[in-house]
């Protein structure tokens, strides 16, 4: 995700991590164990009710349970680095952009943990969703992730938060969870989400804007994927705005202006952006926030228009007038990273998409929620269209 840029690098930071702040105190009880006997409560208590989540159900558990992971130690307060060095957020610097990821490492080898009990579960193992949701009380019972986040590290925040609400759906319907735990996760995951929302609040002209582009799409599938987890409608309702919003951009190309302004990094950028549309349309969906027909010729213009150019990247340099460059990729082909055509093929079936997928078939994606193929619900098929081949069945093991 890119940091804002001005003429200067973004605020420079001193430390990764605030000197005694960033991690729970020794004191803290930030190992597995029994919770506090009488545990505060995370956020205010709304009024809730079930909401559906868009996962396909996992098969029964079997045999021993699953042995814990143990997790790092909870983060409260993250300082990132800004790494762009031109205003269009385009042109990442190696050495910066290196420190920032050292630095948001704790959250992500924390989120690894939590998605391997989540595809441990999925594979059948008893006690791995127990497992995960352990992982997340741990740092739920810590208050981690509601401290101190400069911007950079926000955007870091709002991806942990999207993928570790969509690990607690993968998991919640379990049998064996502690009630009381699967609760204060929930809240500590609305908690978080409160937190981290306000900043797509703000109005801004800016041609390229945190609050217009893939990551106000990203704020909204963490809002609305907490607000699953929660029963927060308010949230799903907010995160489906920003769905509604980032539709309403694409052109009849099927482009976002705002990521063609990322020159070499407008293919990334249109692939993030696909990612969060397509997850919270499959969020939406089942509870009754559904696009309108306009939105969703919308949807298929993105969808297609992203197909057809990480088949092809120079397309997108001939359009952008750069050749395209992603460092996080390294010499992976895209479409070995299109979790987002993944989840639209979910909601539109379509055989080119699938032609174009299968080679590189299981997708996964941490900030989805770890395994991709196979485990996003199929959309119902629309009367008179009879049968229709959906989704892929989630792989063998």
């Known amino acids: 995700m890119p940091s804002r840029r001005r003429a200067v690098l973004v605020a420079p930071a001193l430390l990764a991590l605030l000197p005694g702040a960033g991690l729970a105190q020794p004191g803290a009880q930030n190992r597995r164990g029994p919770p506090p006997a009488n545990p505060p409560p995370i ?5 809730r009710r079930r909401l559906v989540g868009p996962f396909r ?11 814990c992971e143990p997790v790092g130690r909870p983060v409260r307060n993250l300082e990132g680095f800004g790494y762009f060095l031109d205003p269009a957020s385009s042109r ?4 910066r952009l290196a420190m920032d990821e050292a630095a948001a490492k704790p959250m992500w080898d924390w989120l690894a943990v939590v998605q391997r009990a989540v595809a441990a579960h999925r594979a ?16 739920a019972r810590n208050d981690a992730l509601l401290g101190a986040f400069n ?71 963490a809002a609305a994927s907490a607000g699953v987890a929660a029963g927060d409608t308010l949230l799903l309702d907010w995160g489906m705005g920003k769905l509604r919003a980032q539709l ?41 926030a559904v ?19 990480v088949r092809e990247p120079a397309k997108m340099q001939a359009l952008v007038g750069v050749a395209q460059s992603d460092p996080w990729l390294g010499d992976a082909p895209p479409l070995s990273r299109a979790a987002g055509l993944e989840i639209a093929a979910a909601a539109m079936p379509d055989p080119e998409t699938e032609a174009a997928l299968a080679p590189f078939r299981p997708l996964s994606e941490p900030r989805l929620g770890g395994e991709v193929t196979g485990w996003w619900r199929a959309a119902p098929t629309p009367p008179g269209e009879g049968d229709r081949e959906g989704s892929p069945s989630p792989p063998a093991r």
């Not at 956020?43 to 009024?47: I, L, Q």
């Not at 190309?253 to 969060?276: D, F, I, K, W």
């Open 43 to 47: 956020g205010p208590r709304v009024e």
């Open 57 to 67: 159900p996992a098969p029964a558990p079997t045999g021993e349970n699953a042995t």
């Open 92 to 95: 990442p610097d190696p050495s």
């Open 124 to 139: 059948g193992k008893a006690g791995a969703a127990a497992c995960a949701m352990e992982s997340m009380d741990v740092w």
């Open 151 to 221: 911007l950079q590290a926000s955007y870091h925040r709002v991806l942990i938060l999207a993928g570790a609400s969509l690990s607690y759906l993968g998991v919640r319907e379990a049998s064996g969870l502690v009630p009381s735990r699967a609760d204060r996760v929930a809240r500590w995951l609305a908690a978080i989400a409160n937190e981290a929302r306000t900043r797509y609040d703000r109005r801004s002209e800016a041609l390229i804007s945190d609050t217009r582009n893939h990551q106000a799409a990203w704020a909204g599938l």
């Open 248 to 288: 309403a951009q694409v052109d009849e190309r099927g482009a976002l202006p705002q990521e063609l302004r990322r020159a070499g990094l407008a293919l990334r950028s249109h692939l993030l952006a696909l990612e969060a549309v397509a997850a919270l349309e499959r969020l939406g969906a089942p509870n009754g």
């Open 291 to 309: 696009l309108t027909e306009a939105e969703r010729a919308a949807y298929r213009r993105l969808r297609d228009f992203c197909l057809a150019h």
